[in-house]
């Protein structure tokens, strides 16, 4: 609360729905203010407008599907250029004192990985300076400057991961991450209407869910933040309410077995057929695909009958045509069957760290989807977490009935 808090030093990140018009903008530019004149300082780094990153994406793809990654970053990354002048703009509106920079302008230094950039270091002199100065500092957030001197962006979703490498380099004394829903829910509230505002998360359990397709945090943000163990509040831009505290110990003395539920409609599957059965194979095949940096997510392979056998696996969907491709190719090579895909499917996740120590909730997440006539196409499981791929058609009824049966709709946070 902007009330309590005095004399820290902030880093707070607005979504892009915060930030969607002038109005919000001129929202959260007030909500800074009053977070400064408690005595705190605040670097704020925001994402693009509203849908801003989407159009953009549409306006290249109109003009060449196969622009190169490098134009991507130089294009992509001007939606955050944007909010950032314009939030510093409101700031001095109220008589304030702010700058805007780019990643780059603060040092925010990558690998040159386009499009799916890696932070290597901060360099937060800059930033620091003009804290002294006085002002409030506004980042745009979601890239950086490789080490090759060009723009790169971190990934979609990304500027929680600027916002939180901040945090770590300027060792705030806070990281709040401010979106369009109050905190983290056990599902995502916008699909299931009674899911419940959790008070705290811990890492595990939020890497678990933002990894098996929670947006509301990015994967690669949660792990900065548990390896420099930087707690994170995840809270609502139009309300004063507190949301939820991602740390390390939550307090709870004992936790419900099942805390999250995640749905993900962005996977397709592929399936290589009448793969010879033999020592070698699954390891050429999935590390031709990882040179590839295609990231592979379940993997199954059959029995094999007679001498060959089927491996089926999942990838993002936006991956789909060129993991055919290799995987056509690699077919070949190997003498082996067809390569058939699906890519109307969707996987359910239960998450929890309370699985640790209990028996049969896999059991259990089998036989609700089994009595609701869910079919499993897959299954694959973690020490804290359990997912099913079924098929799209069914994915919403598979999350709505797996949160009501866990009860998930009556957990006390
Ligand atoms: P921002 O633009 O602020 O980064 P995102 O759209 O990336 O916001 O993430 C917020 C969205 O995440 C919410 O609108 C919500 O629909 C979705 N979401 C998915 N799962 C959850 C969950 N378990 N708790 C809260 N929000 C969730
Ligand atoms: N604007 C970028 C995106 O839409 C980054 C972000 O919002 O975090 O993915
Ligand atoms: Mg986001």
Redesign the pocket.
């Known amino acids: 609360m902007p009330g309590k808090m005095k004399n820290k030093l902030i880093v707070q990140?607005?979504?892009?729905?915060?930030i969607a018009n002038t109005k919000k903008i001129k929202n959260v530019a007030g909500r800074i203010i009053e977070y400064t004149r408690r005595g705190n300082k605040v670097v704020a780094v925001v994402?693009a407008m509203g849908d801003t990153t989407d159009e953009l994406v549409s306006l290249a793809k109109n003009i060449n599907p196969e622009a190169s990654e490098r134009e991507m970053d130089m294009l992509l990354s001007t939606g955050e250029q944007i909010s950032s002048s314009l939030l510093a703009m409101a700031i001095h509106k109220q008589g304030i004192e702010s700058i805007s920079f780019t990643g780059a302008q603060v040092g925010i230094i990558t690998d040159t990985d386009h499009t799916q950039a890696r932070i290597l270091k901060i360099e937060t002199d800059r930033i620091k300076k003009e804290l002294t100065k006085g002002k409030i500092v506004i980042v745009a957030g979601f890239q950086g400057l490789s080490t090759a001197l060009e723009i790169t962006t971190l990934g979609r979703?990304g500027?929680?991961l600027s916002a939180v490498a901040l945090a770590v380099a300027l060792k705030a004394d806070l990281c709040e991450?401010?979106?369009?829903?109050e905190?983290?829910?056990?599902?995502?509230?916008?699909?299931i209407s009674k899911?419940r505002k959790l008070k705290y998360m811990g890492f595990d359990e939020m890497l678990e869910?933002s990894s098996r397709?929670?947006?509301?945090?990015?994967t690669r943000a949660v792990e900065v933040a548990k390896k420099f163990n930087i707690p994170l509040h995840?809270r609502g831009?139009f309300t004063k309410k507190e949301g939820t505290i991602i740390m390390k110990d939550t307090p709870s003395l004992e936790e419900p077995v099942v805390r999250?539920i995640?749905l993900d409609e962005n996977e397709a599957k592929i399936t290589l057929c009448n793969v010879l059965d033999k020592p070698g194979i699954a390891a050429r095949v999935f590390n031709e695909l990882a040179s590839q940096d295609v990231n592979v997510d379940m993997i199954v392979q059959n029995v094999g009958r007679r001498k060959t056998t089927d491996i089926s696996f999942t990838v993002p969907k936006k991956k789909l045509t060129k993991v055919l491709k290799l995987s056509r190719d690699l077919a070949k090579r190997l003498g082996s069957g067809d390569v058939i895909f699906d890519d109307k499917i969707a996987k359910v996740s239960i998450i929890g760290v309370g699985m640790k120590s209990h028996s049969g909730v896999a059991a259990k997440c089998f036989s609700i989807l089994a009595k609701n006539k869910i079919n499993i196409d897959m299954i694959s499981t973690s020490e804290i977490s359990i997912s099913c791929v079924v098929k799209k058609e069914v994915g919403k009824k598979a999350l709505k009935t797996l949160h009501k049966e866990f009860k998930l709709d009556k957990i006390k946070m």
């Open positions: 990140k607005y979504g892009g729905t915060s994402s979703g500027s929680d991450i401010y979106t369009d829903v905190g983290i829910f056990t599902a995502d509230p916008r699909i899911a869910l397709g929670a947006q509301v945090m990015h995840v831009s999250g995640t």
